[in-house]
């Protein structure tokens, strides 16, 4: 018999749950969102194999559920299943972004069936909804799974064999571990780049042709401030503690870069910015605890209609398989870079080399 997964919440991050579980034949999938046109969206392209308009009915019939809704609405729907009579044991989940407010949650639960584990897939998308659902979105991406207090190791095995069509790599933490890297990496940056559009809208009041001066740099740090800004409110919130000991750090740090701009001190200012170059050219490089390993090559490619089809069909004859690929937005209409990630170093000598040999210029990130 197929087990069977409810997935709540068919946005981005449930959606493209949905579409890699539902390749599974062992599985069956039963999709619940409070947005209709996605659930019948979702119906449509294949993503479930049956829609569900109340959940806590599904639940009943469910091994496992998936809440992929946002972070306050996953803690009231664990609420809502707390009170639902289930005839066997279920294996709850979550995606939400933080974790401690969601296993405080949990460990709130007095459901003797509901066995709850935190997840966090820490892949996604400045995008929103389930048409920007892919089921490829958490190929080779950390996995973060916190398992709540009443949970088996033999039930974290279980959600591992579910989700492991996702292709994703899990890690274990706790919640606040989770929460304060998460706070570092994810969150945090997300205030950052919000704060620097703000400051080029400003200025762009007195500097009519600023908008057309920012090119790659200013669109790479604040690609993530086209987010979905109710969301991001609600991960800022439940993570308030960290982000307001970032932000003052940051204050700090901001002072101390104003100090060095102000006394001309450009010998410091060197070691500040090669400092943080090592850092973060070493980031990825090797396996370092919750950073994956990836090794990039940087292709420049010309704005020409299958120019990317051409680099990636080439690298597959040749069975060099990608990790992953990112156009970047550097010279607009002209030229552009493909980045592209690879799993090993032999892998990333082989592709550049082969470029080479059809005539392309690559890059390798020192
Ligand atoms: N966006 C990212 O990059 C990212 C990455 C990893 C994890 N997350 C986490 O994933 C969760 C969902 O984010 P998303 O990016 O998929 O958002 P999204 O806006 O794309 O999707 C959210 C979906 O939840 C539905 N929804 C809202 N309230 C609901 C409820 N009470 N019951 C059922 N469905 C409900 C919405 O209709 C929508 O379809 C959040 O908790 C977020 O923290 C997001
Ligand atoms: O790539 C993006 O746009 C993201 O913001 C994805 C991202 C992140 O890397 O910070 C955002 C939130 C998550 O919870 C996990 C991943």
Same mark, same amino acid.
């Given at each position: +018999?197929?087990?069977?997964?409810?997935? &709540?919440? !068919?946005?981005?991050?449930?959606?493209?749950?949905?579409?890699?579980?539902?390749?599974?034949?062992?599985?069956?999938?039963?999709?619940?969102?409070?947005?209709?046109?996605?659930?019948?969206?979702?119906?449509? =392209?294949?993503?479930?194999?049956?829609?569900?308009?109340?959940? =806590?009915?599904? &639940?009943?019939?469910?091994?496992?559920?998936?809440?992929?809704?946002?972070?306050?609405?996953?803690?009231?729907? =664990?609420?809502?299943?707390?009170?639902?009579?289930?005839?066997?044991?279920?294996?709850?989940?979550?995606?939400?972004?933080?974790?401690?407010?969601? +296993?405080?949650?949990?460990?709130?639960?007095?459901?003797?069936?509901?066995? $709850?584990?935190?997840?966090?897939?820490?892949?996604?998308?400045?995008?929103?909804?389930?048409?920007?659902?892919?089921?490829?979105?958490?190929?080779?991406?950390?996995?973060?799974?916190?398992?709540?207090?009443?949970?088996?190791?033999?039930?974290?095995? @279980?959600?591992?064999?579910?989700?492991? &069509?996702?292709?994703?790599?899990?890690?274990?933490?706790?919640?606040?571990?989770?929460?304060? +890297?998460?706070?570092?990496?994810?969150?945090?940056?997300?205030?950052?780049?919000?704060?620097?559009?703000? @400051?080029?809208?400003?200025?762009?009041?007195?500097? @009519?042709?600023?908008?057309?001066?920012?090119?790659?740099?200013?669109?790479?740090?604040?690609?993530?401030?086209?987010?979905?800004?109710? !969301?991001?409110?609600?991960?800022?919130?439940?993570?308030?503690?960290?982000?307001?000991?970032?932000?003052?750090?940051?204050?700090?740090?901001?002072? $101390?870069?104003?100090? !060095?701009?102000?006394?001309?001190?450009?010998?410091? +200012?060197?070691?500040?910015?090669?400092?943080?170059?090592?850092?973060?050219?070493?980031?990825?490089?090797?396996?370092?605890?919750?950073?994956?390993?990836?090794?990039?090559?940087?292709?420049?490619?010309?704005?020409?209609?299958?120019?990317?089809?051409?680099?990636?069909?080439?690298?597959?004859?040749?069975?060099?398989?990608?990790?992953?690929?990112?156009?970047?937005?550097?010279?607009?209409?002209?030229?552009?870079?493909?980045?592209?990630?690879?799993?090993?170093?032999?892998?990333?000598?082989?592709?550049?080399?082969?470029?080479?040999?059809?005539?392309?210029?690559?890059?390798?990130?020192?």
């Amino acid at each position: +018999m197929k087990q069977v997964i409810v997935v &709540a919440g !068919l946005g981005l991050i449930g959606g493209s749950i949905a579409k890699s579980v539902v390749r599974d034949n062992g599985l069956y999938v039963i999709g619940y969102d409070t947005n209709n046109e996605t659930l019948q969206f979702a119906l449509e =392209m294949g993503m479930i194999h049956e829609a569900a308009t109340d959940l =806590m009915t599904v &639940a009943k019939r469910a091994d496992y559920i998936i809440l992929a809704a946002p972070i306050s609405e996953t803690i009231r729907l =664990m609420e809502q299943l707390d009170n639902v009579s289930f005839e066997k044991d279920i294996i709850i989940t979550d995606v939400s972004s933080v974790k401690r407010p969601v +296993m405080e949650a949990a460990e709130n639960l007095v459901n003797p069936h509901l066995y $709850f584990i935190g997840g966090h897939p820490m892949a996604g998308s400045h995008k929103k909804g389930v048409q920007a659902a892919k089921a490829h979105l958490f190929e080779n991406a950390i996995y973060v799974l916190v398992s709540g207090s009443t949970v088996h190791t033999n039930q974290v095995k @279980q959600l591992k064999e579910i989700l492991s &069509a996702t292709n994703c790599k899990f890690i274990e933490l706790n919640a606040t571990e989770h929460d304060e +890297m998460t706070g570092v990496v994810s969150h945090f940056p997300h205030l950052i780049a919000s704060s620097l559009v703000h @400051q080029a809208r400003k200025w762009e009041e007195t500097h @009519q042709y600023l908008p057309n001066l920012a090119a790659g740099g200013f669109r790479d740090i604040t690609r993530i401030a086209s987010s979905n800004p109710v !969301l991001w409110q609600d991960i800022f919130h439940h993570n308030r503690e960290k982000m307001v000991q970032l932000l003052d750090e940051w204050i700090k740090e901001m002072s $101390f870069l104003k100090q !060095l701009v102000e006394q001309k001190d450009r010998k410091t +200012m060197i070691s500040y910015l090669e400092e943080a170059q090592v850092y973060r050219d070493g980031l990825g490089k090797k396996e370092k605890g919750a950073i994956p390993s990836y090794y990039d090559l940087y292709v420049d490619i010309r704005d020409q209609t299958g120019a990317i089809a051409s680099v990636t069909q080439l690298l597959a004859e040749h069975s060099i398989s990608i990790n992953n690929i990112q156009i970047l937005e550097i010279r607009e209409g002209i030229t552009g870079a493909l980045r592209l990630s690879f799993s090993s170093q032999t892998f990333l000598g082989h592709a550049s080399q082969l470029l080479r040999d059809h005539g392309y210029e690559t890059m390798v990130e020192k």
